[in-house]
């Protein structure tokens, strides 16, 4: 009897390990999550049932066992080596230089490339398969133990998989937070009125400074491999990316996007494409790693002090920096929102001088708890506008000042008025603040409205500005003699600009809605409006119940549209351009299901010639088609114009239906 239940648990256990391995490092899943749980809560029943069953590397002992009085010491058998860095391509090819200085050889180095994850980084020693410590880096001698923090992430296998890794196998990785668990983590510690952590790194290692592993257990982990440390018998292999395939043999995860190369040109070719893949991937790093690949090598270069001389981190530019806020100014919006705009000490972030960053709204200004003349922290992520994240208040000098809310537009003198449960504070001048009007051109104007080929927010603001045009209507008045004499106009561009005016006239519903620029109406919900009405009188006479029948028109959409429909200058905005010659096609909408191309989703990837991919979608999306930005096994077809990449890859291995440009538009014909 009890044989048998030992031979159970036994069972289940090992079923259990090797979903895991499954789902985290081959990345495929053989059943479904509902089946997974079922299986962990038959495990854990059982042993609930028979606790003198319970082993340490039970699957159900991740959730963390007793909390600690304090973290023991562990001496690392091998020091955890720390990274020299480059900040420049020039610091990189010295590097290089070195590198064949000290191997005495002129050909190509092999390298192998890796993501630098900005985590924690851990060594973890499994004996004989079975982990059984893990500690931190601590000063590369000397870490903390952490055993019982790290058993309780999922990607972290308690045994190892396989027959043949070594009885002693130290592995050491990055601890680190998704950005999504990261985001998510944070929202929750916010509805709870708890602390939020600055960033997922401050966030991942708070999480493995617990003493408390159920507090950990609730955290969303996980790991990378990138490298051993002690290691019993034979060596595992001779290169480093041979020694990482192997350590992924037995279920532990190393990053998919390293890479070995030959010289340190592809090298830099790496680090412009993992600069470029920064914002996709869903953790934060903050450069790459080039390790030199053959592990004879890597002994002849040895190490100054703990830095091998085998490797470098080549990091990015900071996304984060310190600087001054000198003071606050108020920008008006499209639809009159009041955006307070920290006018900065410049400082070199993210790659470029930033001297203007946004503090959202009055009640981030209050959560993030900054004041005029505060140093604050300013981040700059990718193409992101900069924002200010938060003040540091050992530096608060005395006569720092508190950020009001001007009780009157800067730009036009209306009210500002702040609608009740909204975050946003509004000018209520509409048409009227010459910024509303500004904005509400631009928004015209844009390339996913009207698509006025030349004509940029800077002209915009200077036809505004200098009295030439007060609404969108009157673009389309405009003489070739008034564009020539703006400041920096030639013939050319002026005749230009009109005849961009003149070929826009012919344009789509969807379009023109979408330009009117109404509040929370997008390209989406313009192409919702057209599709479901047809003609835009009838949009302009729906009910905002009759409004809501619109497929994601939602109460408070309904209610803008309604409203936007009912005020006198929009009326008369939409008859002026209706009298510039501004015309679409309108007609009585077809049932979305019989629509040629209903319930077929288009994937759109590289660069199309005989149109733009904005013109392929919203042709698509007319013959009831819906355009995804990325390829899955629900794709039907995926549209492959020149240079088309990583999508057609994907769409060729899901044995996708892969589309030419030519096909495409026999398609649409
Ligand atoms: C990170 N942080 O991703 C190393 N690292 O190698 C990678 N760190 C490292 N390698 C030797 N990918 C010391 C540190």
Redesign the pocket.
Same mark, same amino acid.
């Given at each position: 009897m009890k044989d048998n239940l030992e031979k159970q648990v036994t069972i289940l256990r090992q079923q259990i390990h090797a979903h895991n391995h499954r789902y985290y490092v081959l990345d495929e899943p053989t059943i479904p999550d509902s089946e997974y749980d079922r299986l962990m809560r038959e495990l854990q029943s059982l042993e609930a049932a028979h606790p003198e069953l319970v082993t340490q590397d039970s699957p159900t002992q991740r959730v963390g066992a007793e909390p600690l009085k304090s973290f023991n010491q562990v001496q690392h058998s091998l020091p955890?080596?720390?990274?020299g860095n480059a900040f420049s391509s020039q610091e990189l090819h010295a590097f290089d230089k070195r590198v064949h200085d000290r191997l005495d050889t002129s050909l190509d180095i092999s390298y192998t490339c890796?993501?630098?994850?900005? &985590?924690l980084?851990v060594s973890i020693r499994y004996e004989k398969g079975y982990l059984v410590q893990a500690a931190t880096r601590g000063d590369g001698q000397t870490g903390e133990d952490i055993t019982h923090n790290i058993r309780t992430i999922d990607m972290v296998p308690l045994q190892l998989i396989g027959r043949d890794f070594p009885d002693v196998l130290e592995v050491?990785?990055?601890v680190f937070m998704p950005k999504a668990g990261f985001t998510a983590l944070n929202k929750k510690a916010e509805q709870l009125g708890e602390k939020t952590f600055a960033n997922p790194r401050n966030a991942a290692a708070g999480s493995l400074r617990q003493l408390d592993p159920r507090v950990t257990a609730q955290r969303p982990l996980a790991i990378?491999f990138? &490298?051993i440390g002690d290691v019993s018998g034979e060596p595992l292999a001779p290169s480093h990316h041979g020694v990482l395939q192997k350590i992924q043999t037995w279920g532990l995860r190393i990053?998919p996007e390293?890479k070995t190369v030959k010289g340190i040109k592809a090298c830099e070719a790496y680090y412009a494409d993992i600069l470029q893949a920064r914002e996709k991937l869903d953790y934060e790093?903050d450069g790459v790693?080039y390790?030199v690949d053959d592990l004879a090598s890597q002994e002849t270069l040895g190490f100054v002090s703990r830095a091998?001389r085998f490797?470098i981190?080549h990091k990015f530019p900071a996304q984060e920096e310190l600087t001054l806020l000198e003071s606050v100014d108020f920008q008006v919006g499209r639809t009159g929102t009041l955006t307070p705009v920290a006018r900065l000490q410049p400082v070199f972030v993210g790659g470029v001088t930033v001297s203007n960053a946004t503090l959202h709204n009055m009640d981030e200004i209050i959560r993030k708890d900054v004041l005029i003349g505060d140093t604050v922290i300013v981040r700059r992520a990718g193409d992101v506008i900069p924002e200010v994240v938060s003040s540091i208040l050992d530096k608060r000098p005395k006569d720092a000042k508190k950020i009001t809310l001007p009780k009157a537009c800067p730009v036009c003198g209306s009210d500002v008025l702040r609608a009740k449960g909204e975050a946003a504070a509004r000018c209520s001048g509409g048409l009227y603040c010459p910024a509303q009007r500004k904005e509400a051109i631009k928004h015209f104007a844009a390339r996913k409205a009207m698509d006025i080929d030349g004509l940029g927010d800077k002209l915009i603001e200077i036809l505004v500005d200098e009295n030439k045009i007060q609404s969108a209507a009157d673009l389309f008045s405009l003489t070739q003699e008034q564009l020539e004499n703006l400041e920096r106009m030639g013939e050319k561009s002026a005749k230009n600009i009109l005849a961009s005016l003149e070929k826009c006239k012919q344009t789509t519903l969807s379009r023109f809605i979408y330009a009117l620029g109404i509040r929370e109406v997008g390209e989406a919900t313009a192409l919702n409006l057209a599709q479901h009405y047809g003609f835009i009188k009838d949009i302009m006479a729906a009910s905002v119940d009759e409004l809501q029948q619109v497929s994601d028109v939602g109460p408070i959409v309904a209610q803008h549209i309604h409203s936007f429909f009912r005020q006198s200058h929009n009326l008369e905005i939409i008859e002026a351009l209706k009298k510039q010659g501004l015309t679409w096609h309108e007609a009585a909408p077809r049932a979305q299901g019989d629509l040629p191309l209903a319930g077929k989703t288009f994937v759109l990837t590289g660069t199309l010639q005989g149109l733009s991919r904005q013109e392929a979608k919203a042709q698509l999306q007319a013959l009831g088609a819906k355009v995804s930005g990325s390829v899955s096994k629900k794709t039907d077809y995926v549209v492959a114009g020149e240079a088309a990449g990583s999508k057609l890859e994907k769409a060729q291995e899901l044995g996708v239906e892969v589309l030419t440009e030519d096909g495409l538009q026999k398609l649409l014909s």
């Open positions: 955890m080596l720390s990274l890796e993501p630098k994850l900005d &985590g980084a050491r990785g990055e990378y990138y &490298g990053n390293i790093i790693v390790k091998p490797a981190a």
